[in-house]
């Protein structure tokens, strides 16, 4: 079950922080097809936020074709957006997250790792394919130079 979390100093829409969050346990294999959606009323007790929005937010997940509302049942997820390489005990993800240990480690805040993993795929994506064919496309462990 997904659990909303609201800011309200994002600068982004509380609807689209939704649509975000749905999206994102989709990908990630936490919410899969056949998984019913908080009730409007659930989410509104739990996060304080206008019915309308959450409606909104919903509304948009459908308009994507993510989710489907069954009148007296409630809103259910219609597709999946996971892919094996970001499972929970895929390798790749069990590498990041011991590369995001290693951020926090020196004292970098949330914000500052998400900066450094932002420009990284900003940098990522503005390079050239390598060898293997594409960019992260292998299985090869930088040496510790390369990760500080």
């Known amino acids: 079950m997904i659990e909303f979390q609201v800011d309200r100093h994002s600068g982004v829409a509380t609807y689209l922080q939704l649509v975000g969050q749905v999206k ?62 970001a499972a929970a005990d895929s390798p790749l993800r069990a590498d990041l997250v011991g590369r995001v240990s290693l951020a926090h480690a020196p004292g970098l805040l949330r914000e500052d790792v998400q900066a450094l993993v932002e420009a990284a795929l900003a940098e990522a994506a503005a390079r050239p394919p390598g060898p293997a064919g594409s960019a992260g496309a292998g299985t090869q462990r930088p040496s510790r130079e390369d990760t500080t």
């Not at 997940?61 to 009148?71: A, F, H, N, Q, T």
């Open 24 to 85: 994102q346990a989709l990908r990630l294999g936490v919410l899969e097809p056949g998984d019913r959606l908080p009730t409007a009323r659930a989410v509104v007790e739990a996060t304080a936020i206008n019915p309308n929005t959450v409606l909104k937010a919903y509304r948009e997940l459908e308009r994507e074709g993510l989710v489907e509302p069954r009148p007296g049942q409630g809103t259910f997820v219609t597709r999946s957006l996971s892919r094996p390489e």
